[in-house]
């Protein structure tokens, strides 16, 4: 059984927002068993999902067919620190693969808020971290092997079978099971943290010049507070200076344990227990943002701790619109009968060419609302959805959403073709679920 069993063969995410229970699990430990088990499943009617660590709020991962636990498939096979390509199974956990890399004196050239995910569920739903001039996990990507429907074994990258590349990067595990990953990894590197407390129509104000000029730009914006915490984080140039100091362990413990998650959530029991007081919470976080400044290996940098349970919705918007975006959540965010508990996280990213990435063609702003997990969220959800779909919004695959298929094919320009490289390598739709049949409508 998985780590995310809810009860007997139960799985359930993260969020507790998807729950399933699968006729079957099978926990492979290599090729051939993944590929026995598909063949099994198919054998058997079963539809099959490939499970990563959960974290997608979406049911993206949950089947009623059969549960493939890779979590005994994982570790970096190949190496080459010449080049940069590092090829590693894909039940491999990013906190993992960042530490597998460091040893060897490389790193991923960006990540998001956290690292618990496998590399191919972060890849499969487009996982990005922040900055103006880099891409999505996936743009990382240099080649990927899958098991098919039939039970193949394939490689696929730029040169070999372009098409399966250009969809699996981001597929969703629509198309087969992806068994390992090869990426593109940077020398390790540093970065200088500097997080500061900002009024947020400055934030609104420089905007571009903010995201042009730090590596990795992002701010939180607290709907009821005056500041927003700008995040910028930037490499330090080779030969430069040494920078402010490492945060101690003590500190990052008191910083991220004690004050963001257990101080946090504190605030967020008070105010699920009062909702009346969000409002006067939301202010009070706002006004003790503080500033803190330190410098750390790459992959330390990029993720933190995240304790305090919640949900989440995540569009992607052409960057130019982002502020129209902000403007209207200003303005209708405060007027919500249920209040807000989480900040707004707003973070950007470079165009890319991967069919299903949600930043492709375009480049891109990230706006991600949250709530408090077991308060209300409905109407904020959908007020924000009303906003991003007047701008093109495309929703995060991993994160809630209620587009379907329909709504979904406009906004992607390569939309039918994924969907023809899916009916030729999944005609039965062996690896659909609800949640694909909504977003891409019928397999085959
Ligand atoms: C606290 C938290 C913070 C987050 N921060 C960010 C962030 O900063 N940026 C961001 O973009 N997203 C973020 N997310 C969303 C998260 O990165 C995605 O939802 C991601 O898909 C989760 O990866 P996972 O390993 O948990 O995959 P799962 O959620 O378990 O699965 C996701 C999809 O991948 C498929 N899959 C998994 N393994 C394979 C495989 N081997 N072959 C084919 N398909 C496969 C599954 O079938 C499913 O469709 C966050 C989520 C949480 C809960």
Same mark, same amino acid.
């Given at each position: 059984m998985t780590k995310q069993a809810a009860g007997p063969g139960q799985w359930r995410n993260w969020a507790g927002t998807a729950t399933a229970t699968p006729a079957r699990w099978a926990q492979p430990r290599n090729e051939a068993e993944i590929s026995a088990a598909v063949k099994e499943a198919a054998a058997a009617g079963l539809p099959v999902r490939a499970l990563g660590s959960?974290?997608?709020?979406?049911?993206?991962?949950?089947? @009623?067919g059969l549960a493939l636990?890779? @979590?005994?498939?994982?570790?970096?096979?190949a190496a080459d620190t010449q080049t940069g390509l590092v090829t590693v199974r894909s039940g491999t956990t990013l906190r993992a693969l960042s530490a597998a890399l460091a040893q060897i004196g490389l790193a991923l050239a960006n990540l998001g808020d956290?690292?618990?995910?496998?590399i191919s569920g972060a890849l499969a739903t487009g996982t990005h971290g922040t900055g103006a001039r880099l891409g999505g996990?996936?743009?990382?990507?240099?080649a990927l092997d899958l098991i098919l429907a039939d039970g193949s074994l394939v490689t696929c990258s730029a040169s070999a079978w372009p098409e399966l590349f250009a969809a699996a990067r981001v597929g969703l595990g629509a198309l087969g099971v992806v068994t390992t990953v090869t990426l593109r990894c940077l020398p390790s590197f540093t970065l200088i943290a500097d997080e500061r407390p900002v009024p947020v129509e400055q934030v609104i104000e420089q905007l571009d010049s903010l995201a042009a000029d730090n590596d990795h730009f992002e701010f939180y914006w607290f709907?009821?507070?005056?500041?927003a915490l700008v995040k910028r984080n930037n490499r330090v140039p080779a030969g430069g200076g040494p920078g402010p100091a490492r945060m101690p362990g003590w500190r990052r413990f008191w910083e991220f344990?004690?004050?963001?998650?257990a101080g946090f959530g504190t605030l967020c029991r008070l105010g699920r227990a009062a909702p009346r007081f969000i409002p006067a919470l939301g202010r009070l976080s706002s006004a003790a943002l503080s500033t803190r400044s330190y410098t750390d290996a790459s992959y330390r940098v990029f993720v933190t701790p995240r304790r305090v349970r919640f949900v989440e919705s995540e569009y992607a918007v052409p960057r130019e619109s982002l502020s129209g975006v902000l403007a209207e959540l200003r303005r209708a965010v405060p007027r919500l009968a249920d209040p807000v508990m989480f900040p707004v996280e707003v973070r950007v990213a470079a165009a890319d060419?991967?069919?299903?990435?949600?930043a492709y063609g375009r480049d891109t702003a990230y706006v991600a609302i949250h709530q408090y997990?077991?308060?209300?969220y409905q109407a904020y959800f959908d007020l924000f959805e009303s906003v991003v779909a007047e701008v093109a919004g495309r929703p995060h695959w991993g994160k809630m959403h209620s587009l379907d298929a329909g709504r979904l094919a406009p906004l992607y320009p390569r939309f039918d073709d994924f969907r023809r490289v899916r009916a030729q390598v999944d005609p039965e739709g062996r690896f659909g679920n609800p949640y694909l049949g909504r977003v891409f409508g019928p397999a085959g």
């Open positions: 959960g974290h997608s709020f979406t049911p993206a991962a949950a089947t @009623s636990d890779l @979590s005994l498939w994982t570790g970096v096979t956290i690292d618990a995910q496998t996990l996936a743009a990382q990507v240099e709907p009821y507070g005056r500041n344990e004690v004050m963001e998650n060419d991967i069919w299903l990435s949600t997990t077991g308060l209300p």
